[in-house]
């Protein structure tokens, strides 16, 4: 680990030195990326020359030990000495943490998905909510959003939205929201009073910039048409809306919210670019795959990550077994319990492995 430790220190060095080149300072992209990179190494240096001072301490009193004459001159150095042990297991512990491998997506921005799955409108009128849910939580944690595109169902629910969130640790706790979301409740279409199941589908991507994704123009097919709403009546009267087909992936992006063709062609290519993204990472690397396909699933209501169980007031995640008896808070954007128990068992399952 020491080894390791002063390879730390040197490349701590180097990227400061890139901090100040010109040619790095004059592009932001680069600059934001060298920018978390240090930060990240800055964390491993600093703590490691904690441990390393933890280090010498604890040798100092163990010296004092053996050759103090005087007995509370030994007590002291005791002290010392355990003080230093339990600092040194700390910061052992918390290197551990800093050295795991990071997510090749942290710090990107993220774009994220919501749409109804199994129940009718029911599961529409469920997405509406994880939306004013998910919308709650990002105004707590001060992340910036943008709507990209939203698609109403006829009694107020969500066909469809796509939301752009950036802030620095977006795509570390939103990525856990990805999959299908179960509600059980008496819904407002059920006119018995009998509880039923639907289902709504998160799907979290990280953001694609173009020099990510090459997209060949001519493997595009573009078509445009008028703005629907509810039901599907003209909202407009001018071709505004976009519909565009990536043919090679056979993937399909609509955007209708902008009054201007360019803009809702712009929104569809930044949704298109982050999926063929994911696609392209889920070749790269098997895990990322698993991992999306747990997210995208069949939408079907026995397929959850989640469940929100309105009549007993109950939320759980049923992948780290976790029950909160506190779903009209949660709804209300109280998330950060599970994200954190969320982040927790990632952390555990990295250090095991």
Do not use: C
């Amino acid at each position: 680990m020491l080894e390791r430790l002063d390879q730390f220190e040197a490349e701590y060095k180097e990227t400061l030195e890139k901090l100040s080149d010109p040619d790095i300072l004059s592009d932001q992209t680069r600059f934001a990326d060298v920018s978390r990179k240090f930060k990240a190494i800055e964390s491993i240096v600093n703590t490691s020359k904690s441990l390393k001072q933890a280090t010498e301490d604890l040798d100092t009193a163990r010296h004092l030990i053996t050759d103090a004459t005087d007995a509370s001159e030994r007590e002291l150095a005791r002290s010392v000495a355990e003080e230093a042990e339990n600092e040194i297991e700390r910061l052992e512990h918390e290197l551990q943490l800093l050295l795991i491998p990071s997510d090749p997506n942290d710090g990107r921005n993220v774009i994220v998905s919501i749409r109804g799955a199994e129940g009718g409108e029911e599961a529409n009128l469920f997405a509406r909510e994880l939306f004013d849910m998910y919308m709650h939580w990002f105004e707590s944690r001060k992340w910036k959003v943008e709507i990209l595109g939203e698609t109403s169902s006829e009694r107020g629910g969500i066909d469809e939205v796509n939301i752009l969130v950036q802030g620095e640790d977006a795509w570390g706790r939103l990525k856990f929201e990805g999959g299908p979301h179960r509600v059980q409740r008496v819904p407002v279409t059920e006119s018995s009073g009998r509880i039923h199941t639907s289902s709504a589908v998160v799907t979290v991507l990280p953001e694609a910039k173009e020099i990510d994704i090459d997209i060949d123009p001519q493997d595009l097919k573009i078509d445009v048409y008028r703005s629907t709403g509810p039901g599907g009546q003209s909202v407009n009267t001018t071709d505004s809306a976009v519909r565009v087909t990536h043919i090679p992936s056979g993937l399909v992006v609509a955007m209708q919210d902008e009054k201007s063709q360019i803009q809702n062609r712009a929104k569809a290519m930044q949704v298109l670019r982050a999926r063929l993204l994911a696609q392209e990472q889920e070749k790269q690397n098997e895990e990322l795959s698993q991992q999306r396909k747990a997210q995208v699933g069949g939408g079907g209501r026995s397929e959850k990550i989640r469940t929100y169980n309105y009549k007993e007031n109950r939320v759980t995640d049923h992948r780290i077994g976790l029950t909160l008896h506190k779903l009209d808070r949660v709804l209300l954007g109280d998330l950060d319990e599970l994200s954190d128990a969320l982040l927790a068992d990632e952390r555990t399952k990295q250090l095991s492995s």
